[in-house]
T-cell receptor, first 115, second 112 residues
């Protein structure tokens, strides 16, 4: 069965510092991977997605993620965090085996940004 | 272009009451899904639809019904609310395939 693990429940980063949020997945075939961000009281917004090709994908708001098949990982990075990046971040996996509409989400990582 | 619209935003129900959470999208998306979000559990799929007239169960379907009579609308029905259904509910839609979901802003439901 497909699954997603986000090992960090909370992360605190100083404004201007770099950020890496971890995501490990389990999927029986080529995965389609997503990162979403959720601000308090809001729905989820798609940051970026990986389907195939270049393993380093660029997203909105200056975020990027790297797909590493050998490590079953899809970590999210940003070189310099802004206070407005404070939110909860969710990694999700889906694909042809289980259906693109049946995304499985991780439990999320809450990012706190300190001044 | 409104995207995915969910109503109501907040609702309090008594145990045993029924209600329908509304979801509408104006992007002509084929796929629509309902997720519930609970603290520490991420989002879990309740029901989904790949087109008008076609629905299927997700990970946590018990206690919920859906129908998809039009491309635009995908209501979620709670027939007899239980406190375990206290949650935040999100509706999402996407084009057929792998484009990623567009989410609504959610409905916060409390069952007392």
């Amino acid at each position: 069965a497909q699954s997603v693990t986000q090992p960090d429940i909370h992360i605190t980063v100083s404004e201007g510092a770099s950020l890496e949020l971890r995501c490990n997945y389990s999927y029986g075939a080529t995965p389609y991977l997503f990162w979403y961000v959720q601000s308090p009281g809001q729905g989820l917004q798609l940051l970026l997605k990986y389907f195939s090709g270049d393993t380093l994908v660029q997203g909105i708001k200056g975020f990027e993620a790297e797909f590493k098949r050998s490590q079953s990982s899809f970590n999210l990075r940003k070189p310099s965090v802004h206070w407005s990046d404070a939110a909860e971040y969710f990694c999700a996996v889906g694909g042809a085996n289980t259906g693109f509409q049946k995304l499985v989400f991780g439990t999320g990582t809450r990012l706190l940004v300190s001044p | 272009n409104a995207g995915v619209t969910q109503t109501p935003k907040f609702q309090v129900l008594k145990t045993g009451q029924s209600m329908t959470l509304q979801c509408a999208q104006d992007m002509n998306h084929e796929y629509m899904s309902w997720y519930r979000q609970d603290p520490g559990m991420g989002l879990r799929l309740i029901h989904y639809s790949v087109g008008a007239g076609i629905t299927d169960q997700g990970e946590v379907p018990n206690g919920y019904n859906v129908s998809r009579s039009t491309t635009e609308d995908f209501p979620l029905r709670l027939l007899s609310a239980a406190p375990s259904q206290t949650s935040v509910y999100f509706c999402a839609s996407s084009y057929k395939g792998n484009n990623g979901y567009t989410f609504g802003s959610g409905t916060r439901l409390t069952v007392v």
